[in-house]
């Protein structure tokens, strides 16, 4: 816990070499049960960041700055919601 300083998150599509910075849970690459779960094992409890970016992969070309920073609030709001479910289900 108090080795870690920040976290920064983001998702990608698993294709090597193409850092794709997406918006967490929509390129499959990777595991956010997992992330979520060890976030709340590690007992880190600051902040983390969304490092995603709109234009680098495509998938968010039709979406004004608006939509693209509503989708990353919700997918935020949603790995939050899962790292608290599991410091839930230690401290039970």
């Given at each position: 816990?108090d080795k870690?300083i920040?976290?920064?998150?983001h998702?990608n599509t698993?294709?090597?070499?193409?850092?794709k910075?997406?918006?967490?849970?929509?390129?499959g690459?990777?595991d956010?049960?997992?992330?979520?779960k060890?976030i709340?094992i590690s007992g880190?409890?600051?902040?983390?960041m969304?490092?995603s970016?709109?234009?680098?992969?495509?998938?968010y070309?039709?979406l004004?700055?608006?939509?693209?920073?509503?989708r990353?609030?919700?997918?935020?709001?949603?790995l939050a919601?899962?790292?608290?479910?599991?410091?839930?289900?230690m401290?039970?």
């Open positions: 816990k870690i920040a976290i920064h998150v998702d698993g294709e090597v070499g193409k850092d910075h997406m918006v967490p849970f929509d390129g690459g990777v956010f049960e997992h992330v979520a060890m709340a880190y409890d600051k902040s983390i969304l490092e970016i709109q234009k680098t992969s495509g998938r070309d039709d004004t700055p608006e939509a693209f920073y509503k990353a609030g919700d997918a935020a709001k949603k919601a899962m790292v608290e479910k599991y410091k839930a289900e401290e039970a």
